[in-house]
């Protein structure tokens, strides 16, 4: 049964048939999973109407917002017809990526009021007798020893792959070693009473239990721990092929076990709850760091089209145009990155740590290293089927702004509570909150950083900017006399060049000596790097 359901498991969802369904009524817009497992969905329908899914962190409930903004809430399993294709779609999102997430107990949800009732081959669902043995966890028992490397390594694929002893889960690393997509089986709920614990789910009146398979992709970096001991044998067999030996051994070290339990389904515990739209305007304004505050309807709104700062600050994973994004969020012992895959590219994938990008070409192998300033031609990212370096230059970019949002809201997590509160208890001077603390005149024009935090530029062409002290809300004048104001994330592109080297600024002039020395090292380190990888593809200073 377990191999079966393994061999049939649908790459890209565990609601597959659906995806005819989405595709001809709704087309996607955006997706972004949240560090707290809630799942914002936006999509097309028509021409210009936008319907967004916010699913709550547990995946049984959701919230609707139509395309006049008016809110309506639901649970899955019992989803309206007009709803159904686009919560399938979130869902999947969710299941997909639920290890990405701060959140370790957030295991995947799936109802069999979901999958599909015409008996095709595409829903991926097994039924079996039921017996006072089933159990709603399985167990998955790997090997250990020796092992040969060609055995683990799928050629045909080009990927790492390790099964566990009964079929129950697959493991499968990719060859650059980054990602790791791990396959198991779970058990199906079929009720659809809310308020059913899991020990009553077993004296309901149903005479058979239904199995399917859950994919989920997650960086080795975020593995959870009943995948750990097949990932590390994985990142074992890899280094052995590296430097080409036939076989090698590993057993469990004293932290690991080759037995574990399986993840379960999240279905069989939850509770409907609606907690991740804010349910007042004061809740909306908490800070974005604030776990127990609600999601702002205006921000939900921003996903469709580009989700603001703030909302960034919580993103762990995010999906567009086939495209994903995935965050690794820094810890104290992790250096945040982002991982960019592209659908249906085999093993192409853009890695981007510390502002430098790593480029994975189609056999999963280390193509190019190169940084903003230095991509390659378009020839060199055939793999990624871009037209032009225009297309990789895009998702480069896009990739630093996850990196710098994630760092600096890093950064303020653990600063901005105690610094805002004393600014409340002992407001400065307005002398001092007007004084000048850096200046720099260049030949973009004149620089100014004020004590409160804010920045004042006057650029050579005389428009004036001005950044709040929140680094967000901009404030221009225009050489003509005229003004206006607008956001950091929602600039215009003409502003957003002046923005960028105001912001450039303001991290340079809050910075501590030791800061902007370390600054500069990494500069030189970039430029020494840059100059290398140019070298490298035939390019001459």
């Given amino acids: 049964m377990a191999s079966k359901l393994l061999a ?180 199906v709920k079929s009720s659809i009473e809310t308020d059913e614990t899991l020990e009553n789910d077993h004296v309901d009146d149903s005479v058979h239990v239904y199995y399917t398979t859950i994919q989920q992709t997650f960086t080795v970096r975020r593995t959870p721990e009943c995948f750990t001991y097949p990932v590390r044998v994985l990142l074992r067999a890899h280094t052995a092929l590296r430097d080409n030996l036939p076989d090698f051994q590993y057993v469990p070290q004293e932290n690991e076990s080759a037995i574990s339990d399986l993840p379960g389904n999240g279905a069989f515990s939850v509770r409907p709850s609606f907690s991740a739209l804010a349910t007042s305007h004061r809740q909306a304004g908490g800070a974005a760091n604030d776990a127990d505050d609600g999601l702002a309807l205006a921000d939900v709104l921003r996903v469709a089209s580009l989700p603001t700062k703030k909302m960034y600050e919580r993103v762990v994973a995010e999906v567009k145009e086939d495209v994903t994004f995935l965050m690794c969020r820094p810890g104290d012992t992790i250096v945040p990155s982002v991982i960019v895959q592209c659908a249906d590219q085999r093993n192409a994938l853009i890695e981007c740590t510390n502002g430098f990008f790593r480029w994975y070409g189609e056999s999963g192998q280390l193509q190019q290293q190169f940084t903003i300033e230095t991509i390659p031609p378009a020839s060199y990212f055939s793999s990624l089927n871009a037209s032009s370096s225009t297309d990789v230059l895009s998702l480069c970019n896009h990739a630093m702004h996850l990196l710098k949002t994630s760092s600096s809201a890093n950064f303020r997590g653990g600063t901005s509570h105690t610094s805002l509160s004393a600014a409340e208890a002992t407001p400065l001077p307005v002398s001092n909150s007007n004084e000048v603390v850096e200046t720099v005149e260049n030949e973009h024009g004149r620089f100014r950083a004020f004590a409160d935090g804010r920045v004042r530029v006057v650029f050579s062409d005389r428009t004036i900017l001005q950044v709040g002290r929140d680094q967000e809300h901009c404030s221009f004048t225009y050489m003509d006399g005229s003004s206006g104001t607008t956001t950091a994330t929602a600039a215009p592109a003409p502003q957003q060049v002046y923005i960028h080297r105001a912001l450039e600024f303001a991290d340079w002039a809050f910075a501590s000596p030791e800061k902007r020395m370390a600054r500069f090292r990494r500069r030189q380190l970039n430029e020494e790097v840059a100059q290398h990888e140019m070298h490298k593809i035939g390019v001459r200073f």
Avoid at 79 to 84: E, G
Wanted: aromatic share 8%.
């Fill in 8 to 187: 049939d498991a649908k790459p890209r969802s565990q609601y597959g048939a659906q995806q005819h369904e989405r595709t001809s009524h709704h087309r996607q817009l955006r997706g972004v999973l949240l560090a707290d497992g809630t799942t914002i969905n936006c999509f097309r329908k028509n021409t210009h109407e936008t319907h967004t899914i916010v699913m709550e962190h547990s995946g049984h409930t959701y919230t609707y917002i139509h395309p006049d903004g008016t809110q309506t809430r639901h649970l899955s399993p019992t989803t309206l017809s007009s709803h159904r294709a686009m919560v399938i779609e979130t869902i999947n999102l969710r299941n997909r990526f639920a290890w990405q997430t701060t959140q370790s107990t957030i295991l995947a949800y799936m109802h069999r009021a979901l999958c599909q009732h015409d008996g095709s081959e595409a829903s991926n669902l097994m039924r079996r007798q039921r017996s006072s043995a089933n159990s709603t966890l399985l167990r998955a028992r790997w090997p250990a020893g020796q092992f040969y490397t060609q055995t683990l390594f799928d050629a045909n694929r080009e990927r790492f792959e390790i099964r566990s002893i009964e079929g129950h889960a697959r493991v499968c690393l990719h060859p650059s070693a980054t990602l790791v997509d791990a396959l198991y089986v779970v058990r």
